[in-house]
T-cell receptor
Framework: KNQVEQSPQSLIILEGKNCTLQCNYTVSPFSNLRWYKQDTGRGPVSLTIMTFSENTKSNGRYTATLDADTKQSSLHITASQLSDSASYICVVTGGGSQGNLIFGKGTKLSVKP | DGGITQSPKYLFRKEGQNVTLSCEQNLNHDAMYWYRQDPGQGLRLIYYSQIVNDFQKGDIAEGYSVSREKKESFPLTVTSAQKNPTAFYLC????????????FGPGTRLTVT
């Protein structure tokens, strides 16, 4: 069964600290993996998108990694800010012409002053 | 939120009434999608459309209907047949099929009592 599992479910860190969010998937075939940031009550906003051949992709203080062999991805946030408080969603696209998106349940990050 | 608008932001209805959620995009995207988001769950696909006058059921289409008469517009009707309509509804669009990056609207929170 195609699944995307994210951990931890929630995380609290102090402003200025780094953190890493995890995403494990069992989707096959694999097309790409995306990380989205969703503020409370808003729509998700794309942070990164990686294909099979990409290992790392950065977007400012956000760095995503992908290990296609172990089917794992991580999102590392450097020098966290209060505005980083949000849910982070991992999404894996299956292959094929009708490739479907499998959404993780998200990790809720709270950055405290 | 890009060039996608959803209205209204909050919507309240009595049980047994049909209600239509609006989604408009000015990104010239061919594909549009409707998702439902419930607390603690990943986004679930309701309907999607890859071209005008054509649309396909997603994973949870029962109790919902859509139309795609214009490229820019993809309204979703929540019918009285939907057993648990209270949720956060997200509309998205992409340049092409599922493998392209999806841009999300701000969402509509529907409450049915």
């Amino acid at each position: 069964k195609n699944q995307v599992e994210q951990s931890p479910q929630s995380l609290i860190i102090l402003e200025g600290k780094n953190c890493t969010l995890q995403c494990n998937y069992t989707v096959s075939p694999f097309s790409n993996l995306r990380w989205y940031k969703q503020d409370t009550g808003r729509g998700p906003v794309s942070l990164t998108i990686m294909t099979f051949s990409e290992n790392t992709k950065s977007n400012g203080r956000y760095t995503a990694t992908l290990d296609a062999d172990t089917k794992q991805s991580s999102l590392h946030i450097t020098a966290s800010q209060l505005s980083d408080s949000a849910s982070y969603i991992c999404v894996v696209t299956g292959g094929g012409s009708q490739g479907n998106l499998i959404f993780g349940k998200g990790t809720k990050l709270s950055v405290k002053p | 939120d890009g060039g996608i608008t959803q209205s209204p932001k909050y919507l309240f209805r009595k049980e047994g009434q049909n209600v239509t959620l609006s989604c408009e995009q000015n990104l010239n995207h061919d594909a549009m999608y409707w998702y439902r988001q419930d607390p603690g769950q990943g986004l679930r696909l309701i309907y999607y459309s890859q071209i005008v006058n054509d649309f396909q059921k997603g994973d949870i289409a029962e109790g919902y209907s859509v139309s795609r008469e214009k490229k820019e517009s993809f309204p979703l009707t929540v019918t009285s047949a939907q057993k648990n309509p209270t949720a956060f509804y997200l509309c998205a669009s992409s340049k092409g099929a599922h493998s392209y990056e999806q841009y999300f609207g701000p969402g509509t929170r529907l409450t049915v009592t």
